[in-house]
């Protein structure tokens, strides 16, 4: 297992702004997973990019994947007050199930 | 599909008694669960990893004896906080490998806060 890094820790943006947050990890990847954490609540999953993939839509979400960089980034478009919440990439490589989770991007979209 | 439901969301409880949280997944079964730890503001710390029928695997420096955990079907996993202390206040997340996913995604329940009083 390996552990993500998001960057930035902290983003503050204005509703209908896009907001752009980082992961970068160590080592190869099978895929990555982006996750979100409402205050108080559990995870959900977002979006699952494989290693040969270099980007990845799913509505509002875009994800791209450099493994050159070994770097993911998730773009969250016309952001809403909605999706005030932490961030978390989960890189998964072979061998093992677990996540090594990172300190997240906490995202507050003002409305 | 690919739920999880953690049980109970919240609890409290005085110092010295045991709390048992359940996690289970709802239309899919898991050989293998996940046990996380969160304090407020921080991020998810992996305690263990629960295999069905075996014992569990608990990461470096999580008390085995303290924190047990059983998976005694392949829908439910159990975690016990024994002689629960006011430290052990926490927020615990359960997650559940999805073996039928392509890649075994894992997915997340909804966390129990614990407050040990």
């Known amino acids: 297992s390996q552990q993500g890094e998001e960057d930035p820790q902290a983003l503050s943006i204005q509703e209908g702004e896009n907001a752009t947050m980082n992961c970068s990890y160590k080592?190869?990847?099978?895929?990555l997973q982006w996750y979100r954490q409402n205050s108080g609540r559990g995870l959900v999953h977002l979006i699952l990019?494989?290693?040969?993939?270099r980007e990845k839509h799913s509505g509002r979400l875009r994800v791209t994947l450099d493994t050159s960089k070994k770097s993911s980034s998730l773009l969250i478009t016309a952001s809403r007050a909605a999706d005030t919440a932490s961030y978390f990439c989960?890189?998964?490589?072979?061998?093992?199930?677990?996540?090594?989770f990172g300190t997240g991007t906490r995202l507050k979209v003002l409305a | 599909g690919a739920v999880v439901s953690q049980h109970p969301s919240w609890v409290i409880c005085k110092s010295g008694t045991s709390v048992k949280i359940e996690c289970r997944s709802l239309?899919?079964?898991?050989?293998?669960m996940f046990w996380y730890r969160q304090f407020p503001k921080q991020s998810l710390m992996l305690m263990a990893t629960?295999?069905?029928?075996?014992?569990?695997?608990?990461e470096q420096g999580v008390e085995k004896d303290k924190f047990l955990i059983n998976h005694a079907s392949l829908t439910l996993s159990t975690l016990t906080v024994t002689s629960a202390h006011p430290e052990d206040s926490s927020f615990y997340i359960c997650?559940?490998?999805?073996?039928?996913?392509?890649?075994?995604?894992?997915?997340f329940g909804p966390g129990t806060r614990l407050t040990v009083l």
């Open positions: 989960a890189p998964h490589t072979s061998g093992t199930y677990k996540y090594i």
């Open positions: 997650s559940a490998r999805d073996e039928r996913a392509p890649l075994n995604e894992q997915f």
């Open positions: 990019i494989r290693s040969n993939e």
């Open positions: 239309d899919f079964q898991a050989t293998t």
């Open positions: 629960s295999n069905e029928g075996s014992k569990a695997t608990y």
């Open positions: 080592t190869s990847i099978n895929n």
